[in-house]
């Protein structure tokens, strides 16, 4: 079974600074999708950022990159110059090909002013 | 841009009751999935669904949960007997199954309150 494993329940960062959040995952397959999902205070669920495994590249998105390594089976999320509005639940996320998706267990982001 | 849309946003039942959430996915998309989220909990698995059947599901759906794609559009989640428990947020998600999709669209959620 895959397993998902956020071992930060919370993270703090101050305003314009940059922060990490890690994730790792447990999965013997070769092909699966990471992603990381945002969770407002509205708790809709908002894709940040996605990556495939067969792709060495790290997946950037504006202001949010991910160090992907598929060795170590770990899956960051780097903000970077945070704001305000970034304040949200992140989710880590696997999903092997059309299959549901296993999330972590979260990390409550707060940035300060 | 297309969404998924879920109604209604928050539902209020009796213990025992039974409710429909109901949910329409993204025209064109094949795969649908449903999760929940107990409040202060991470987002969990129940059910997915394509070709008019049940894919996968997870220990959580037990015989009281259904699911159901009545009219084509509409993709539901029938609980027939509401515990307190099932009290949590529970999201609907679509993707349209091509190989080079591979999102899932998650709706917006329904707030399921059981009293």
């Known amino acids: 079974a895959q397993t998902v494993t956020q071992s930060q329940p919370e993270m703090s960062v101050q305003e314009a600074e940059t922060v990490t959040l890690s994730c790792t995952y447990d999965t013997s397959e070769s092909d699966y999708y990471l992603f990381w999902y945002k969770q407002p205070p509205s708790r809709q669920m908002i894709l940040v950022i996605r990556q495939e495994a067969y792709k060495q590249q790290n997946a950037t998105e504006n202001r949010f990159s991910v160090n992907f390594q598929k060795a170590a089976k770990s899956f960051s999320l780097k903000i970077s110059d945070s704001q305000l509005g970034d304040a949200a639940m992140y989710f880590c996320?696997?999903?092997?090909?059309?299959?549901?998706?296993?999330f972590g267990a979260g990390t409550r982001l707060t940035v300060k002013p | 841009e297309p969404e998924v849309t879920q109604t209604p946003s928050h539902q209020v039942t009796q213990m025992g009751q039974e409710v429909i959430l109901r949910c329409v996915p993204i025209s064109n998309h094949l795969y649908f999935y449903w999760y929940r989220q107990i409040l202060g909990q991470k987002v969990e698995f129940l059910v997915s669904f394509y070709n008019n059947e049940i894919s996968e599901k997870s220990e959580i759906f037990d015989d009281q949960f259904s699911v159901e794609r009545p009219d084509g559009s509409n993709f539901t989640l029938k609980i027939r007997s509401t515990k307190l428990e099932d009290s949590a947020m529970y999201f609907c998600?679509?993707?349209?199954?091509?190989?080079?999709?591979?999102?899932?669209?998650f709706g917006p959620g329904t707030r399921l309150t059981v009293t």
């Open positions: 998600a679509s993707t349209s199954g091509t190989v080079s999709s591979y999102e899932q669209y």
């Open positions: 996320a696997y999903r092997n090909s059309y299959n549901d998706m296993r």
